[in-house]
């Protein structure tokens, strides 16, 4: 009995150094295999077997994803696989290469002097009381004991010469506030452990080198200066070294994966690496920023990600947070980057010294907030490679992120209950617009301003870790998807091209540019639960010559415009956009029901056309009070709700659910004039259960005297919209009455396999 414990205990120990160990790619071919059934390591080892390979352990926390290592120049992994596909059907989804690549740092951009760009100053400060006395400032640094020699040029912290412009923390550090019990993992080029800044708050069980693959993630090339300025920011020990991080009293663990080339599988790992104790991932890296490429994690890392949202932090989400992206001066736009275009994370622009936007940070839908970094001459102050060295010159949006990691870490330390999506609502409501003359900012319906450059604001420590108080963590996530596609026989309709005549003058008339438009009904809404609206994503396949010339805008029924896409001079890819998701936060909390229109604006090149195909409207939001999801045909066997995002996740007892989502479908009796045929395909994509209910209820009790009260309210009679309603013949909401559809009903899964012929056939 005890020997059998050991023996598993020692099964489990030897699986795990397999799973971490070095690899050789000089000898080995390296494979996963993505298995149908969790913690199926018996067929993987049965296909290792076959291929005449080794199964090297369980790809990080994915336990459906294993690594195969085979001899090189044994036989053609993906051939074999391809013959005996058949029997190896019911237990492998797939086997795919592992091959290294590059990632890229956002490393701190050029300055650029004289630029024509003109700045001015946004007038709102707030002065700090303390500051404004005689010799203020040292009377905040003795209140707080504040020794570090570099604190005094640490402006985002406290801004004596732009009064106003930092992240306004000193009124939660004298709280007492100062990220205790708090992991954050950065996410870089390594990190110098034994730095006398950083040595106090390193946390190595958090971290490991997977470029490497030894435990110690220490810089090891000469350039490997990032990720360790990255974690002074966030955690520099409050001591007499260099300066201090923003939660310096938060511990920083260091995952090394910028400095070489890494599998899609090791980065996967390295996405959850520690999940249950490094709360926060701080990620300043990401593809290009050369304004050319669109390129999204899919497959293992994507799966990484969701599985980090579920289950990492004991069920309340890993906190993902990206920097937007430098390549601002290349027209590179954030929502052409899958990590920052995501749901699952939170994306930081930056805002330079004087709040104004720089010229590298990148624009996007899907920038929820901004934050401090390089610009009209300013630096962030960090801790630095070398013994005692400290760097002056940190910036770009890889200053940004870490910063609005470090604030996320005094926001945990206060409310550790807080899932990945509270932490979110917190940006939005908590972010103070800035530089306000900027042209670019509107009014939403919710009342908040939000700017494609600054997201929703700055971040603001103290009125987000004020909020964080006595926020109500929110419902579990729903939502709701509505498909267009076009008839089989008019599958593409032409996008005009609005080139103004004289390329230097005339103006683009966006009005005339293609549009299409879904509507979304009271019914739809309260098919899936859906309540208060947080993301929208937009999935459209589009076909053109130079997808650079594409502007693409989505407007809600309430006028509000999310521009999804901007020009990109230098991106001159014939691709066109393939199942491509832009994500949106600009409609956070808007009411929903009516019809939203997408546009695309062709305007550059005439010589380059385009065509449009498809496209697909995701809401995404929190379900309602009390909803119970309704029994379907597809739900049969069961009428629980699909807990955690992942479609073909698993539930406890290790039975997979079926792959199809929770759907209902509704064929759509379309208006004559337009020959296209659409469904409308309602998925209950997932529900979110809250695990750390004891946490909730300690603190909520904690705060109580407080007045708790979100924003969010229920639609009223006047907020319901008129609308063309595609679900106008009234029987179809009814529920005796449903379209009669058996198993082969359209659903989702089988559209886009129509799209994906489509476009083989071009
Ligand atoms: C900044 O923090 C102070 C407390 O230290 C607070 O009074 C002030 O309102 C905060 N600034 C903003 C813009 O909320
Ligand atoms: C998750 O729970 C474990 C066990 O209770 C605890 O040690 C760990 O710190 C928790 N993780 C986080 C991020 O709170
Ligand atoms: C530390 O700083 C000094 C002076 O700037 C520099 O010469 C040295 O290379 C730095 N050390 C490392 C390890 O980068
Ligand atoms: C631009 O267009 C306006 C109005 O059409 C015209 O008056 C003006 O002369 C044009 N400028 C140039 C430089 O072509």
């Given at each position: 009995m005890k020997s059998a414990f050991f023996l598993s205990f020692a099964i489990l120990l030897l699986n795990y150094t397999?799973?971490?160990?070095?690899?050789?790619?000089?000898?080995?071919?390296?494979?996963?295999?993505?298995?149908?059934?969790?913690?199926?390591?018996?067929?993987?080892?049965?296909?290792?077997?076959?291929?005449?390979?080794?199964?090297?352990?369980q790809v990080g926390e994915l336990n459906q994803y294993y690594w195969l290592s085979i001899p090189k120049g044994s036989k053609d992994v993906l051939q074999h696989y391809k013959k005996l596909k058949r029997s190896f059907d019911p237990m492998v989804i797939n086997i795919q290469p592992q091959i290294p690549r590059r990632l890229h740092k956002r490393a701190p951009p050029p300055v650029i002097e004289n630029k024509n760009e003109e700045y001015r100053l946004n007038g709102e400060t707030i002065p700090l009381p303390s500051l404004d006395e005689p010799n203020g400032f040292q009377l905040v640094k003795d209140a707080l004991s504040i020794k570090d020699p570099g604190f005094d040029r640490q402006w985002h912290l406290i801004n004596r010469d732009e009064r106003g412009h930092d992240v306004?923390?000193?009124?939660?550090?004298?709280?007492?506030?100062?990220?205790?019990?708090?992991?954050?993992?950065?996410?870089?080029?390594?990190?110098?452990?034994?730095?006398?800044?950083?040595?106090?708050?390193?946390?190595?069980?958090?971290?490991?080198?997977?470029?490497?693959?030894?435990?110690?993630?220490?810089?090891?090339?000469?350039?490997?200066?990032?990720?360790?300025?990255?974690?002074?920011?966030?955690a520099a020990v409050k001591n007499q070294v260099c300066g201090i991080g923003v939660a310096y009293d938060a511990k920083v663990a260091g995952i090394r994966i910028l400095s070489g080339d890494i599998t899609e599988a090791d980065e996967a790992a390295a996405l959850n690496y520690a999940y249950q104790e490094n709360s926060i991932y701080s990620c300043s890296w990401g593809p290009a920023d050369s304004g050319e490429v669109a390129e999204a994690p899919q497959g293992i890392?994507?799966?990484?990600?969701?599985?980090?949202?579920?289950?990492?932090?004991?069920?309340?989400?890993?906190?993902?947070?990206?920097?937007?992206?430098?390549?601002?001066?290349?027209d590179d736009n954030c929502n052409f980057d899958g990590y920052t275009n995501s749901l699952y994370t939170i994306t930081v622009g930056a805002i330079d010294?004087?709040?104004?936007?720089?010229?590298?940070?990148?624009?996007?839908?899907?920038?929820?907030?901004?934050?401090?970094s390089s610009g009209s001459g300013g630096y962030i102050y960090t801790t630095d490679v070398g013994d005692n060295n400290c760097s002056d010159r940190h910036g770009g949006t890889s200053a940004a992120a870490p910063l609005a990691a470090g604030v996320f870490a005094l926001v945990l330390s206060v409310r550790p209950d807080l899932t990945w999506r509270d932490l979110q609502h917190l940006c939005v409501q908590s972010a103070v617009p800035i530089s306000l003359h900027d042209d670019d900012w509107s009014k939403l319906p919710s009342g908040r301003m939000f700017n494609h450059k600054f997201g929703y604001g700055v971040l603001d420590a103290y009125r987000i870790v004020e909020l964080a108080k006595k926020f109500e963590t929110v419902r579990a996530q729903t939502s709701l998807e509505v498909l267009s596609i076009i008839d089989l026989?008019?599958?593409?309709?032409?996008?005009?091209?609005?080139?103004?005549?004289?390329?230097?003058?005339?103006?683009?008339?966006?009005?005339?540019?293609?549009?299409?438009?879904?509507?979304?009904?009271?019914?739809?809404?309260?098919?899936?639960?859906?309540?208060r609206l947080e993301h929208v994503t937009v999935t459209v396949n589009i076909e053109h010559e130079r997808r650079g010339d594409l502007e693409i805008l989505l407007e809600s029924p309430h006028g509000i415009i999310s521009?999804?896409?901007?020009?990109?001079?230098?991106?001159?890819?014939?691709?066109?956009?393939?199942?491509?998701?832009?994500?949106?936060?600009?409609?956070?909390?808007?009411?929903?029901?009516?019809?939203?229109?997408?546009?695309?604006?062709?305007?550059?090149?005439?010589?380059?056309?385009?065509?449009?195909?498809?496209?697909?409207?995701?809401?995404?939001?929190?379900?309602?009070?009390?909803?119970?999801?309704?029994?379907?045909?597809?739900?049969?066997?069961?009428?629980?709700?699909?807990?955690?995002?992942?479609?073909?996740?698993?539930?406890?007892d290790g039975v997979v659910e079926d792959?199809?989502?929770?759907?209902?479908?509704?064929?759509?009796?379309?208006?004559?004039?337009?020959?296209?045929?659409?469904?409308?395909v309602y998925a209950i994509v997932s529900l979110f259960m809250i695990v750390s209910i004891a946490s909730t209820a300690f603190i909520t009790k904690k705060y109580m005297s407080s007045t708790a009260q979100s924003s969010y309210s229920r639609p009223t009679e006047e907020d319901t919209f008129e609308f063309d309603n595609l679900l106008s013949d009234e029987s179809n909401n009814d529920d005796d009455e449903e379209l009669d559809f058996n198993d082969d009903t359209i659903n989702e899964f089988q559209v886009n396999e129509i799209n994906h012929d489509r476009q083989a056939v071009h």
């Amino acid at each position: 009995m005890k020997s059998a414990f050991f023996l598993s205990f020692a099964i489990l120990l030897l699986n795990y150094t397999w799973a971490i160990e070095k690899r050789d790619y000089s000898k080995r071919s390296y494979y996963t295999i993505h298995t149908l059934k969790p913690n199926d390591r018996a067929s993987a080892d049965l296909i290792a077997q076959e291929m005449g390979g080794q199964i090297e352990g369980q790809v990080g926390e994915l336990n459906q994803y294993y690594w195969l290592s085979i001899p090189k120049g044994s036989k053609d992994v993906l051939q074999h696989y391809k013959k005996l596909k058949r029997s190896f059907d019911p237990m492998v989804i797939n086997i795919q290469p592992q091959i290294p690549r590059r990632l890229h740092k956002r490393a701190p951009p050029p300055v650029i002097e004289n630029k024509n760009e003109e700045y001015r100053l946004n007038g709102e400060t707030i002065p700090l009381p303390s500051l404004d006395e005689p010799n203020g400032f040292q009377l905040v640094k003795d209140a707080l004991s504040i020794k570090d020699p570099g604190f005094d040029r640490q402006w985002h912290l406290i801004n004596r010469d732009e009064r106003g412009h930092d992240v306004n923390v000193t009124g939660v550090w004298s709280q007492g506030i100062t990220g205790k019990n708090v992991v954050v993992a950065i996410l870089d080029d390594g990190l110098e452990m034994n730095h006398p800044d950083l040595q106090e708050n390193y946390f190595a069980k958090g971290s490991y080198d997977f470029n490497d693959h030894t435990d110690e993630p220490k810089p090891r090339l000469s350039d490997d200066t990032h990720g360790t300025r990255c974690a002074g920011e966030i955690a520099a020990v409050k001591n007499q070294v260099c300066g201090i991080g923003v939660a310096y009293d938060a511990k920083v663990a260091g995952i090394r994966i910028l400095s070489g080339d890494i599998t899609e599988a090791d980065e996967a790992a390295a996405l959850n690496y520690a999940y249950q104790e490094n709360s926060i991932y701080s990620c300043s890296w990401g593809p290009a920023d050369s304004g050319e490429v669109a390129e999204a994690p899919q497959g293992i890392i994507l799966d990484a990600i969701k599985n980090g949202i579920n289950k990492g932090r004991n069920g309340t989400g890993s906190i993902f947070v990206f920097a937007s992206g430098n390549g601002g001066a290349h027209d590179d736009n954030c929502n052409f980057d899958g990590y920052t275009n995501s749901l699952y994370t939170i994306t930081v622009g930056a805002i330079d010294k004087q709040g104004n936007h720089p010229y590298y940070s990148e624009k996007c839908a899907a920038q929820l907030v901004v934050t401090y970094s390089s610009g009209s001459g300013g630096y962030i102050y960090t801790t630095d490679v070398g013994d005692n060295n400290c760097s002056d010159r940190h910036g770009g949006t890889s200053a940004a992120a870490p910063l609005a990691a470090g604030v996320f870490a005094l926001v945990l330390s206060v409310r550790p209950d807080l899932t990945w999506r509270d932490l979110q609502h917190l940006c939005v409501q908590s972010a103070v617009p800035i530089s306000l003359h900027d042209d670019d900012w509107s009014k939403l319906p919710s009342g908040r301003m939000f700017n494609h450059k600054f997201g929703y604001g700055v971040l603001d420590a103290y009125r987000i870790v004020e909020l964080a108080k006595k926020f109500e963590t929110v419902r579990a996530q729903t939502s709701l998807e509505v498909l267009s596609i076009i008839d089989l026989d008019n599958e593409k309709q032409d996008i005009p091209d609005l080139t103004p005549a004289t390329s230097f003058n005339g103006t683009i008339e966006k009005e005339n540019a293609f549009t299409t438009s879904l509507s979304v009904t009271q019914s739809m809404l309260d098919d899936v639960g859906l309540g208060r609206l947080e993301h929208v994503t937009v999935t459209v396949n589009i076909e053109h010559e130079r997808r650079g010339d594409l502007e693409i805008l989505l407007e809600s029924p309430h006028g509000i415009i999310s521009q999804l896409a901007s020009p990109r001079q230098f991106d001159k890819s014939t691709e066109g956009l393939k199942d491509w998701t832009f994500m949106t936060v600009k409609h956070w909390e808007e009411e929903p029901v009516g019809k939203w229109t997408l546009r695309i604006v062709d305007g550059k090149h005439p010589e380059n056309t385009g065509k449009f195909i498809d496209w697909k409207l995701t809401l995404w939001g929190e379900v309602v009070e009390g909803f119970e999801p309704k029994p379907t045909q597809n739900d049969q066997k069961s009428n629980r709700p699909n807990i955690g995002v992942d479609d073909f996740e698993s539930d406890q007892d290790g039975v997979v659910e079926d792959d199809q989502p929770n759907s209902q479908s509704f064929l759509d009796q379309q208006e004559e004039n337009k020959p296209n045929k659409a469904y409308i395909v309602y998925a209950i994509v997932s529900l979110f259960m809250i695990v750390s209910i004891a946490s909730t209820a300690f603190i909520t009790k904690k705060y109580m005297s407080s007045t708790a009260q979100s924003s969010y309210s229920r639609p009223t009679e006047e907020d319901t919209f008129e609308f063309d309603n595609l679900l106008s013949d009234e029987s179809n909401n009814d529920d005796d009455e449903e379209l009669d559809f058996n198993d082969d009903t359209i659903n989702e899964f089988q559209v886009n396999e129509i799209n994906h012929d489509r476009q083989a056939v071009h």
